[in-house]
């Protein structure tokens, strides 16, 4: 239902623009997020986004990090500048969905692409 794109690997200070879709028969979707996880660690809420257009970051990526959505083609994204090695993990895509024929908001997630920064 949702599928991310966009990862790879970049030089410290780079950038990179991660891509989420999200497919099937949708009625709506409300809030949108990237989340982003490092190997034994909880996976961690960066930036999310209503569907009003309403952002939130967390500290760490404000002013680096913007996130936008198309919600005529129900795709979000993540831009990422001025990427740090802090940066990497595999960053995952959420959303607030509701199907066509339903009437509730079901929790969707994406399967994650990997985002790698050399110092």
């Known amino acids: 239902q949702l599928q991310a794109c966009g990862g790879g690997l970049v030089q410290a200070g780079g950038s990179l623009r991660l891509s989420c879709a999200a497919s099937?028969?949708?009625?709506?979707?409300?809030?949108m997020r990237w989340y982003r996880q490092v190997p034994g660690k909880r996976r961690n809420l960066v930036a999310s986004?209503?569907?009003?257009?309403?952002?939130n970051y967390v500290d760490s990526v404000k002013g680096r990090f913007t996130i936008s959505r198309d919600n005529a083609n129900n795709i979000m994204y993540l831009q990422m500048n001025h990427l740090t090695p802090d940066d990497a993990a595999v960053y995952y895509c959420n959303a607030d969905i509701r199907k066509t024929g339903t009437w509730e908001y079901l929790e969707f997630w994406g399967q994650g692409t990997q985002v790698t920064v050399s110092s």
């Open positions: 986004i209503t569907n009003g257009g309403n952002e």
């Open positions: 099937g028969s949708i009625a709506n979707i409300l809030t």
